[in-house]
C-alpha cells in the first residue's frame, strides 16, 4: 500500500487526467492559439462540432483574377475522392467530464465488445459525436451501454474498476450527395453539408488520434522530438483538415510543433526544471528539500507539476495525478501501515527491500494524503505541456519549426506516407480516398506598387525587388520638423564615453538632416541617468528642464541603454509615451557605436513618424483609382483584437482590441486607439467596435486640416485581422453594422468593403522554379492563388506580399465578406499588395496589408 501523510496534511485534493490543450485556428507552434469558449469536454449535449469552413452566406466570388505572371505552385494538399454514401451522425453522452484520450479508449473498448452493432466500426470525434457508414442496430434511436475501464493490473480489494455508462443516440442521415453538390457551386452550405464534411474529417483523424497524442486537429509522434530545457521538449506533428474547396475536397496537410514535457524519471524532470531558476542546480539535495524549496522554488515546482501524470511504482500501467508536494522530506514524513508500524517514506521503501538514493529531498502528493518520493515516479511521455515558456524555450520552439521550403515539402509527402489512408479501415468505410502527391495549381505574380519618396522636393519613384527596396540618397516623403530634443544616456559612462555620447548626438543629426528632417534646434539636453533609479522622475526632469530652457516639451526623446535593458525600456514606454506625454526613441548602446548609414535610417524611419511625418507612399493604378481619387474618396481602417497567450493563469486576464484608421489619402499614415474587453468568452467581436470606429473623427479633420479635403470619403475599406471562419457570420451582423453606424453619427455614409485577413491557417505554396522563388526558396512577393484551392464559391484568395527569410513563408487568406464597392478580384488583390507596401517603418513589404500590421498606437 502507498504511503499516507498524516490525516491532518494540508494540499490539493482531487483527481482527473491531464486534458491536452485544444488548438485555436491552427498555424505556426503556438501562435494559434485564439480558442474559442469550449463547447462541453468529454461526451456531451447534442449538436455538431463546427470544422473551419466557411458559411455560404457571405460575398460571392465576381470573377477570378487575370493580372500578373501565372506560373505553376505545388500547395500542401492531397486531392480527395468521396464516393456518394450515407453518413450516420449520433450523439454519445456519458455524464461527467472526462479527458478526449480517455473518451476515446472508452469508445474502442466499447466497440470491441459489441462487434455485432459496430461493423464496420463509427469513428468519433473523442468528445460528444460519431459517425458512421451506416445506421448501427441499436434495437431503436438510441441505446446505451455500460463499459468497465478495464486497468491493467488488478483492482485493490473492495475497489472494483469503475463502470461508465455511454448513451448513443442518432441524430441524423446525410447522403453525401450534398457536398459534392457544395464543391460545385449547385447547393448553399448547410447543416448536411458540415456533417458531411465533418464526418470525414473525424474519419481521417480517428486512426492517429488512437495511437498518438493529439491536440485539436494535429496529432504528435514520439519520432521526431527535441529538449528545449525546463524539463519540456517540442515533437513534430502532423496537422490534417478535409476541406471543400473549388469542384473538389482537399486534405490540406502541414508540419506542426507541440510542447510535451519530457519523459522519464520525476527526479530528472524536476532538477531539469529547477535549472530555469537557479542555474546552479546539479543536486537534489542542494534543490529539493523542503529547506531550499521554501526559500525558492517550491510554488513555481508545485505548478510545473500540478496535473502531471506518473507511473509510481508497483502500480504498473496506472497513472496517478499529482495534486502537490509534500511538507516534509522523505525521511521525513511519517504514517502508519496496515500493521500499525508507524515509518517514515524512505523507510517504508527500505523495507520493499527498494531503498531511496535521495531519502532528504520532497516526494509528490498523487491522491489524497498518498505520498510518492520522486526518485520512484515515471513520467509517461506525450503529456501537453500547457505552460507559458521562457525566451529560450521560445526561440528553441522556432529553430526546431524553422524549415526550407524544399525540406518542408518533403516531409509533408513522407506524413502522407505515413498516414496510409488507403489502410485506414475508419477511412475506407466512409468511401474515401487520398492522392499521395500534392496537388499542382495556378498561381500569378502581380505587379508590386511604385514608392515615392522625394528628392530637392521633387517625387522620386522605387520599384520593389523581391518584396524591398532601398532609400540611399532619397528623402522621407514628408519629413517632420524636430523643434527639440533631448538625449539620455542609460549606459554606464565606462561602456558609453562622453566621446561616445557626443557622436551619436552628432550622428543623429546628420541622419535627419540626410532624410529630410529640420532640426531647429542643434543643441540637445544630454546626459547620464542611473538605470537602476527612478525612471519617472528621470523623465519628469528632462521635462521640466526642456520647458525651462526650450520653451517647450521636447519634440523626442532619444534614450540609449544598456544590454537586457527590456525592463528600463518599458519603464520609458510607460512613463514616457503613456503618463507624462513624451515621445521616446530608445536606442542599443552597443548599436549606437559602432552605426552605419543604414542604421540610422533605419532609426529615422521610427523617429519622423513620431513626430508625424509620412516616410514614403505606395503608388499604383489601384491606388489612384481607390484612394487618392479626391472627387471619390477612400478611407483605409484596420482591426484586430489580441488575446493573452493560452494557460490557465491567463484565463481571466483581459484582451486588448484595436482599430487604426488611414489619415492621409494615400494610406500611409494611420490613427489608432485600443480598448480592453473581457477574455475569450466574447471571442474575436470587438465589443466597442462602435465607438472605437469613430477614430474616423480625427481621420476627417486630418484631411479637412492637412490635406485641404472638401469632400467626405464615399468608401470605406476595412480589413479585419483575427476572425476565424466560423465566426464570419457573427462578425457581419455586428461589426459591419456598428461600423455603418458610426459612420451616420459622423454624417456621412461610405459604401463599406469588409475584408477579412487571416495568418493562421495552414495553406503554403512551393515551387522549384528559379525564376518564381527567391533566396530563401519561397514564392516571390506578389504570388496570388484564387483558384482550386480557394473556397467554391466565396469571394476569398491568397496573396504571399512579403519576402522569405528563414523558413517557408506563409501567404495571407484574404476573405470579402462584405463589399458594396463592387471590387473585382483583379482590384481587390493588387489593393491589398500595395497596402503591404505601406508599413513606414520599414523598406519592406509585409505580411499583411498594414492597416492590421499597425495595431498598436506605438507601432
Known amino acids: 500500500m502507498p504511503p499516507r501523510a498524516s490525516p491532518n496534511r494540508g494540499g490539493p485534493r482531487g483527481g482527473g487526467t491531464t486534458v491536452p490543450p485544444r488548438g485555436g485556428r491552427g498555424g505556426g507552434a503556438f501562435r494559434g492559439s485564439r480558442p474559442g469558449p469550449r463547447r462541453g469536454r468529454g461526451f456531451g449535449p447534442s449538436g455538431i462540432q463546427v470544422p473551419p469552413v466557411a458559411i455560404s452566406q457571405h460575398q460571392k466570388r465576381p470573377n477570378f483574377g487575370t ?26 453522452v456519458e455524464p461527467g467530464t472526462l479527458p478526449a484520450r480517455f473518451n476515446l479508449e472508452l469508445f474502442a473498448r466499447l466497440q470491441d465488445a459489441e462487434p455485432n452493432i459496430f461493423t464496420p466500426k463509427a469513428v468519433y470525434d473523442g468528445r460528444k459525436i460519431a459517425f458512421a457508414s451506416r445506421e448501427l442496430s441499436l434495437g431503436g434511436d438510441s441505446a446505451s451501454f455500460n463499459i468497465s475501464s478495464q486497468p491493467t493490473q488488478p483492482a485493490p480489494p473492495g475497489r472494483p474498476p469503475k463502470v461508465f455508462k455511454i448513451i448513443l443516440t442518432k441524430v441524423t442521415t446525410v ?23 465533418t464526418a470525414h474529417n473525424v474519419a481521417l483523424r480517428m486512426g492517429p488520434n488512437l495511437h498518438h497524442p493529439f491536440q485539436g486537429r494535429s ?62 542546480a546539479n543536486h537534489p539535495n542542494f534543490v529539493l528539500t523542503e529547506q531550499s524549496l521554501r ?76 505520498l510518492f518520493p520522486l526518485e520512484v515516479c515515471e513520467v509517461p511521455p506525450g503529456q501537453f505541456a500547457r505552460r507559458t515558456l521562457s525566451g529560450s524555450q521560445l526561440k528553441e520552439v522556432q529553430q526546431f519549426s524553422t524549415i526550407r521550403p524544399g525540406e518542408r515539402l518533403a516531409r509533408l509527402q513522407d506524413g502522407i506516407a505515413y498516414l496510409q489512408h488507403g489502410q485506414s479501415e475508419y477511412v475506407r468505410q466512409f468511401g474515401m480516398t487520398v492522392d499521395v502527391k500534392p ?71 546628420n541622419a535627419c538632416r540626410a532624410v529630410g528632417i529640420t532640426v531647429e534646434n542643434q543643441q540637445p539636453i544630454s546626459k547620464y541617468e542611473n538605470p537602476l533609479g527612478n525612471v519617472e522622475s528621470h523623465l519628469e526632469a528632462i521635462r521640466e528642464e526642456s520647458l525651462s530652457k526650450a520653451g517647450g516639451l ?33 536606442l542599443l548602446g552597443n548599436s549606437c557605436k559602432r552605426a552605419t548609414g543604414s542604421y540610422w535610417t533605419n532609426v529615422m524611419h521610427k523617429v519622423n513618424l513620431r513626430l508625424g511625418g509620412i516616410n514614403a507612399v505606395a503608388t499604383s493604378p489601384i491606388v489612384d483609382q481607390f484612394l487618392v481619387d479626391k472627387a ?44 480592453v474587453q473581457m477574455g475569450r468568452e466574447h471571442r474575436e467581436t470587438i465589443s466597442n467596435m462602435k465607438s472605437m470606429s469613430k477614430i474616423l473623427e480625427r481621420c476627417l479633420a486630418y484631411r479637412k486640416d492637412e490635406e485641404g479635403a472638401t469632400t467626405l470619403p464615399n468608401r470605406l475599406i476595412f480589413y479585419r485581422d483575427g476572425v476565424s471562419e466560423g465566426e464570419f457570420g457573427d462578425t457581419l451582423k455586428t461589426e459591419v453594422n456598428w461600423i455603418r453606424e458610426a459612420c451616420q453619427e459622423l454624417s456621412f455614409s461610405p459604401k463599406i468593403t469588409f475584408i477579412v485577413v487571416g495568418k493562421r491557417h495552414h495553406n503554403q505554396m512551393f515551387s522549384n522554379q528559379r525564376d518564381d522563388i527567391d533566396k530563401s526558396g519561397n514564392l516571390l512577393p506578389g504570388t496570388v492563388i484564387d483558384t482550386d484551392i480557394a473556397h467554391p464559391t466565396d469571394f476569398d484568395f491568397y496573396l504571399q506580399s512579403h519576402a522569405g527569410i528563414l523558413g517557408t513563408s506563409r501567404p495571407g487568406h484574404y476573405s470579402v465578406i462584405h463589399d458594396e464597392n463592387n471590387f473585382n478580384a483583379d482590384s481587390v488583390q493588387a489593393l491589398s499588395f500595395a497596402l503591404c507596401h505601406t508599413y513606414n517603418r520599414c523598406t519592406r513589404s509585409v505580411s499583411i496589408p498594414a492597416p492590421v500590421y499597425c495595431r498598436s498606437p506605438f507601432s
Open 67 to 92: 493580372a500578373g505572371r501565372q506560373i505553376n505552385v505545388t500547395v500542401n494538399s492531397f486531392g480527395t475522392t468521396i464516393s456518394h454514401n450515407t453518413v450516420v451522425q449520433y450523439d454519445v
Open 632 to 675: 471619390n474618396p477612400a478611407i483605409i481602417m484596420g482591426a484586430d483584437v489580441m488575446h493573452p497567450p493560452p494557460g490557465p493563469d491567463n484565463h481571466n486576464r483581459p484582451s486588448f482590441a484595436a482599430v487604426v484608421g488611414g489619415l492621409d489619402s494615400n494610406a500611409a499614415k494611420y490613427s489608432a486607439v485600443m480598448s
Open 219 to 280: 496529432f504528435f509522434t514520439f519520432q521526431d522530438r527535441k529538449p528545449i530545457g525546463g524539463g519540456l521538449e517540442v515533437w513534430r506533428g502532423t496537422f490534417q483538415s478535409l476541406r471543400p474547396a473549388i469542384c473538389r475536397t482537399i486534405l490540406n496537410v502541414d508540419l506542426k510543433a507541440g510542447v510535451f514535457f519530457r519523459g522519464g524519471n520525476l527526479l530528472d524532470l524536476c532538477m531539469d526544471f529547477m535549472k530555469t531558476i537557479n542555474a546552479g
Open 295 to 370: 526559500r525558492s522554488g517550491r510554488n513555481e515546482l508545485k505548478k510545473f507539476l500540478s496535473h502531471l501524470q506518473v507511473r509510481t511504482a508497483g502500480s504498473g500501467d496506472r497513472r496517478r495525478t499529482i495534486h502537490g508536494l509534500s511538507n516534509k522530506n522523505a525521511d521525513q514524513e511519517y504514517f502508519t501501515n496496515r500493521d500499525g508500524q508507524r515509518l517514515s517514506v524512505a523507510q517504508h521503501f527500505r523495507s520493499l527491500n527498494r531503498p531511496l538514493r535521495f531519502p532528504g529531498i520532497i516526494c509528490v502528493e498523487v491522491g489524497k494524503g498518498i
Open 175 to 197: 447522403d453525401t450527395q450534398c457536398l459534392h453538390d457544395f464543391v460545385e457551386a449547385k447547393e448553399s452550405h448547410n447543416n448536411q453539408v458540415l456533417c458531411a464534411i
Open 439 to 509: 496537388i499542382e495549381v495556378k498561381a500569378r505574380i502581380i505587379k508590386p506598387p511604385e514608392i515615392k519618396y522625394k528628392i530637392n522636393g521633387a517625387d522620386e519613384r522605387v520599384s520593389p525587388r523581391f518584396g524591398s527596396w532601398q532609400m540611399m540618397g532619397k528623402q522621407f516623403y514628408k519629413p517632420a520638423t524636430l523643434a527639440r530634443w533631448a538625449l539620455v544616456v542609460y549606459e554606464s559612462p565606462r561602456f558609453f564615453t562622453e566621446q561616445d555620447r557626443t557622436q551619436t548626438s552628432k550622428a543623429f543629426l
Open 554 to 586: 521636447p519634440s523626442i526623446t532619444v534614450f540609449v541603454l544598456p544590454k537586457n535593458g527590456g525592463a528600463l525600456r518599458n519603464a520609458i514606454k510607460h512613463f514616457g509615451d503613456i503618463k507624462i506625454g513624451l515621445v521616446t526613441q530608445c
